[in-house]
């Protein structure tokens, strides 16, 4: 079984800084692209940033130049850097992370529990 702890959301004036966090634990293998989503009321989940084993990184257009994906693969944690950050940032952020548990199996897509991002203009 593989769990994933995000924390870093909050409360934040426009124009503000938070960082996310997700880190995966449990019976993992390897890891491979690791990336966060977002949901804000009445949308669909949209992929805001995504980084691959290798470290190539992928973003929405909306959110380039003002948000930096990173990885700690020893600690099997993804970040996310947010800046200058806007009201229609607003959105519950979930981490998904790709884990091999054995070199058996394929791997598989793991969600963490979401954490809300709130962004006061």
């Known amino acids: 079984q593989v769990q994933l702890v995000e924390s870093g959301g909050g409360l934040v004036q426009a124009g503000g800084s938070l960082r996310l966090s997700c880190a995966a634990s449990?019976?993992?293998?390897?890891?491979?692209?690791m990336g966060w989503y977002r949901q804000a009321p009445g949308n669909e989940r949209e992929l805001v940033a995504a980084i691959a084993s290798g470290g190539r990184t992928n973003y929405a257009d909306s959110v380039k130049g003002r948000f930096t994906i990173s990885r700690d693969n020893a600690k099997n944690t993804v970040y996310l850097q947010m800046n200058n950050l806007k009201p229609e940032d607003t959105a519950v952020y979930y981490c998904n992370v790709g884990v091999q548990v054995s070199e058996y199996y394929g791997s598989a897509s793991y969600w963490g529990q979401g954490t809300q991002v709130t962004v006061s203009s």
């Open positions: 449990g019976s993992i293998f390897s890891i491979n692209a």
